[in-house]
């Protein structure tokens, strides 16, 4: 049994993290509510881990987050799904020691992408950042700990369909594989506590 599985939705995401996380297991599990519904289900019968953490880009909801901020989920929603992380601050604290920015707050994923008119509606239900997938990779981990790192590849100021989206989504990149070791101190924290 691997101590900790990390699921990456994007096999780009997937690069970025796994030559940092030694002795984890790293699964791409593809993009949006379908697939992650499928993959989630998949694992739960074939990889069992002590720990479970997705991995992965996002999309900012606040002009305060920009490309390459690290976004730690305190809480997940998606549906009409809330489900608190008690692996937050612990996980921040691992990527704060690294040296990059983070912040703590709730994540939202969505079915679909969204516009910049869209954004406001997102925005008003208090979540720091959109993904389309980390809720329903949740359900592999009911009974297990879990933790969500995000890193900010767009939002406002910086949106998706702009030209600019190519650098921000490198520097998102680099700062993922950068934060990735965070996940795996996270994991060793809770087999000490153990």
């Excluded at 650098?167 to 990735?180: K, S, Y």
Aim: positive net charge.
């Amino acid at each position: 049994m691997s101590p900790l599985l990390v699921l990456t939705p994007l096999a780009i995401e997937r690069f970025a993290v796994r030559a940092k996380l030694r002795g984890a297991e790293v699964v791409r599990t593809g993009m949006g509510r379908t697939q992650s519904l499928r993959a989630a289900a998949t694992l739960a019968k074939d990889r069992p881990a002590t720990a479970v953490a997705v991995a992965g880009v996002c999309g900012s909801l606040d002009a305060r987050y920009v490309p390459g901020d690290v976004i730690v989920a305190s809480e997940l929603r998606g549906g009409s799904r809330v489900r608190v992380l008690e692996s937050a601050k612990p996980l921040a604290r691992a990527v704060e020691s690294l040296g990059l920015r983070v912040h703590i707050g709730p994540l939202l994923s969505v079915d679909r992408l969204h516009g910049p008119s869209e954004r406001p509606a997102l925005a008003a239900t208090g979540a720091l950042a959109v993904d389309m997938e980390s809720a329903w990779l949740g359900e592999l981990a009911e009974s297990l700990p879990f933790a969500v790192l995000r890193v900010v590849s767009d939002g406002p100021g910086h949106e998706l369909w702009s030209p600019r989206i190519v650098v921000n989504g490198v520097r998102a990149l680099r700062t993922l594989r950068a934060a990735a070791p965070a996940l795996l101190t996270w994991a060793h924290s809770l087999e000490a506590h153990s």
